[in-house]
């Protein structure tokens, strides 16, 4: 059975200072998701990782996959409050996806 | 704009009274899922439609049914909701694209209270 977890669970940051987010997941996959879900809303597509070293970026956060150890990171630059939200990583295979545990940002002064 | 529409946003229901969620989307995509999302917690899928070809969770109660009458529309049926049925439940679509395989597109779910 897929196994997707994340660490740290919450994870309090100072506007302006990098943080890293990481995602491990126990069985061999091809690609690798990250959205991103607001207070009562929705979950919104962040990256998608298809293959080794894959890296994407987008503003402030940067994503990157490394299937040999099974890990992704999220990092975020030079953090802002409009960070804050919660974060999940997904794997899978085909069409079917199995979500991470999630990890709360919160941004502070 | 293509989008995947959930409705109602907003059920309350009443222990034991059956209750239909709906989901549409415009982006024809052949992939439609049902999540369950409590609070703090990840969304756990209920089951997923690829094309016609309805695949269930092992984990899922029985009480919980879907239907997909077209590709546009998905139909989420609580057939007896108990307390611990109160959450959000999530639509997403999907379909394989080169560069983007299979990522999820979700509606802005609707959020079940139980009575």
């Known amino acids: 059975e897929l196994k997707v977890e994340q660490n740290p669970l919450f994870l309090s940051m100072q506007e302006g200072k990098n943080y890293t987010i990481y995602c491990n997941y126990s069985t061999t996959s091809d690609r690798l998701y990250w959205y991103r879900q607001d207070p009562g809303k929705s979950l919104e597509s962040l990256f998608v990782l298809l293959s080794n070293g894959a890296v994407k970026q987008e503003g402030r956060l940067m994503a990157s996959l490394d299937t040999k150890a099974r890990l992704s990171t999220l990092h975020i630059t030079a953090a802002v409050h409009d960070l804050s939200a919660t974060y999940f990583c997904?794997?899978?295979?085909?069409?079917?996806?199995?979500f991470g545990t999630g990890t709360r940002l919160q941004v502070t002064l | 704009d293509a989008m995947v529409i959930q409705n109602p946003r907003y059920q309350v229901t009443q222990f034991g009274k059956p209750v239909t969620l709906s989901c549409s989307q415009t982006?024809?995509?052949?992939?439609m899922y049902w999540y369950q999302q409590k609070s703090s917690q990840a969304p756990k899928l209920l089951f997923h439609?690829?094309?016609?070809?309805?695949?269930n969770e092992a984990d899922t109660p029985d009480n919980f049914q879907s239907r997909r009458p077209n590709t546009s529309f998905c139909f989420l049926d609580i057939r007896s909701p108990g307390l611990g049925d109160a959450a959000m439940y999530l639509c997403a679509t999907s379909t394989s694209l080169r560069d983007r395989p299979y990522e999820q597109y979700f509606g802005p779910g609707t959020r079940l209270t139980v009575t």
């Open positions: 439609y690829y094309d016609k070809d309805f695949n």
């Open positions: 997904g794997t899978g295979t085909a069409s079917k996806l199995t």
């Open positions: 982006l024809n995509h052949n992939v």
